[in-house]
């Protein structure tokens, strides 16, 4: 079992970098400190990956959600909004386990070999809405409502809280280029300060942003129950011996809520069962 | 009593017919997709992306 469990975690890992990799192949621009602006750019990643990291391919959507509800036109994000909503009707968060970067990066870090930390359930249970609010106030509602005196628009989530575009894009932005480096002030500091505090909470909690930050992963999370990709439970089979929920690290129980909106669907209790009960199926 | 209306429409409905619903509601978004895509937005999309957005990185 347990070998089973390693080859599928390694497998996992494999595709979340060959899929990083593929979606920041712009190499040339992490050694120039320059940023693609080729034809892709007008496609959106399914992931959570900043459209100024200096090798994206592709847009962020989250990102580019921003840039459409912009104050200043005040117009709905059809294409993006459109977009994520097929995925997560698709495959729910299937993206958050296999596809994303910042998650492989997350996972990364929580091998480190420490103690780990576990989040009390009633306090875990309060940090899971966080990510609802930064979706609903810093991606959907500040973006679209606020105009400032210049009469711009401002995307609130991209500038005041993700860690991601501080990590994919502002510090090799900043390190390669002395125009950027000078101009990084007290804005780039506090950003700085909230993706150190994602990584060292990486390293003690399992995937600590992807649980209480990310709102793409609270986008998908609302499709979990009605996605096309699912987790089923044989409860003939199930002898409730609990694998599944002491191997998930999202601390979802399978066997009560297999299509829970936390589920990150990377399929470890699928494989950890004993008696086959849990399968991904299509939606019926 | 409203409570009680939306709970029977969405268990016979929705519960009873969730792939259908499903299938419906993925054929609705890429409609919303293609809509969003004629009217302009991806050029949008392209102008944000395609430059060094200063607020992402944390100077602007």
């Known amino acids: ?6 080859k599928h975690g390694i497998i996992r890992k494999a595709i979340q970098a060959i899929f990083g990799i593929l979606t920041n192949g712009y190499f040339k621009g992490f ?5 693609y602006q080729g034809p892709l750019k007008r496609f959106c990643v399914p992931g959570m990956n900043c459209y100024s990291c200096p090798g994206a391919l592709g847009a962020c959507p989250i990102g580019a959600m921003q840039s459409v509800f912009d104050g200043r036109r005040r117009r709905f994000a059809f294409y993006v909004v459109g977009y994520l909503a097929a995925i997560g009707l698709l495959v729910g968060r299937f993206i958050c386990g296999w596809l994303c970067l910042f998650g492989l990066i997350q996972e990364l870090l929580y091998k480190i070999p420490t103690p780990k930390f576990k989040v009390p359930e009633r306090l875990d249970k309060i940090l899971r809405y966080f990510k609802y609010v930064l979706l609903i106030l810093f991606v959907f509602a500040l973006p679209f409502f606020y105009r400032s005196s210049f009469g711009a628009g401002d995307p609130f989530f991209c500038k005041y809280i993700c860690p991601v575009g501080t990590l ?6 900043v390190l390669l280029n002395s125009g950027m480096r000078a101009a990084a002030g007290a804005l780039f500091r506090w950003k700085f300060a909230i993706l150190i505090i994602c990584i060292l909470a990486s390293i003690f909690i399992y995937r600590p942003f992807c649980k209480y930050m990310c709102p793409l992963g609270a986008f998908y ?8 990709l699912r987790l089923s439970i044989n409860e003939d089979a199930c002898i409730n011996c609990g694998a599944c929920q002491n191997i998930c690290k999202m ?3 399978p066997v009560k809520n297999p299509n829970s ?3 990150i669907r990377c399929g470890e209790c699928v494989k950890a069962c004993p ?8 939606n019926k | 009593m409203i409570s009680t209306l939306i709970n029977h429409c969405f268990n016979e409905v929705f519960m009873k017919n969730k792939r259908f ?6 054929v609705i978004s890429i409609v919303s997709c293609v809509y969003g895509g004629l009217t302009g937005e991806i050029r949008t999309v392209y102008q944000k992306a395609s430059n060094i957005c200063t607020e992402c990185i944390g100077i602007g």
């Not at chain 1, 050694?31 to 940023?35: E, K, V």
């Open chain 1, 168 to 173: 994919e894009g502002g510090i090799p932005l």
């Open chain 1, 261 to 263: 909106a936390e589920c």
């Open chain 2, 21 to 26: 619903v499903t299938v419906i509601l993925i």
């Open chain 1, 275 to 282: 008696k086959a009960a849990l399968t991904f199926s299509k």
């Open chain 1, 221 to 228: 999370g609302l499709f979990q129950k009605i996605s096309l």
């Open chain 1, 251 to 253: 601390n979802v129980d």
């Open chain 1, 31 to 35: 050694l120039t400190g320059t940023i």
């Open chain 1, 1 to 6: 079992m347990d070998n089973k469990l390693r």
